[in-house]
């Protein structure tokens, strides 16, 4: 997993209106991404299988929350039954129970 960077919300976009994930992913603008990159609170991360492919990204909220409540608000994934949420939320929690 990555920083999402500006370059990438073709891809987001493209991502979260594919028809497996629309039904089940709230649709963001770009400036809604944009956003979501600069804000503080929050962590917007680019998914990527072995070879460095964009296969999904993750939405992170929560990081300034005093208690470290960390929020997982949307794992959306491209290419399905690979097991790539399934490893991006396993790295998510070693991230952040190892701080």
Same mark, same amino acid.
């Given at each position: 997993?990555?920083?999402? %960077? ?7 976009? %493209?991502?979260? $209106?594919?028809?497996?994930? $629309? ?5 963001? $603008?770009?400036?809604?991404?944009? #956003?979501?990159?600069?804000?503080? #609170? ?5 998914? %990527? ?37 399934? %490893? ?12």
């Amino acid at each position: 997993m990555r920083k999402t %960077e500006a370059n990438d919300l073709a891809f987001v976009i %493209e991502t979260e $209106s594919d028809d497996g994930n $629309s039904p089940f992913v709230g649709q963001w $603008s770009i400036n809604q991404h944009l #956003d979501a990159l600069q804000y503080e #609170d929050m962590m917007h991360l680019i998914i %990527e299988d072995n070879q460095n492919n964009r296969v999904g990204y993750v939405l992170l909220t929560g990081l300034l929350n005093p208690n470290k409540a960390v929020c997982v608000m949307r794992i959306t994934i491209k290419i399905k039954g690979q097991g790539y949420g399934k %490893e991006c939320l396993t790295r998510v929690l070693v991230m952040f129970m190892n701080q």
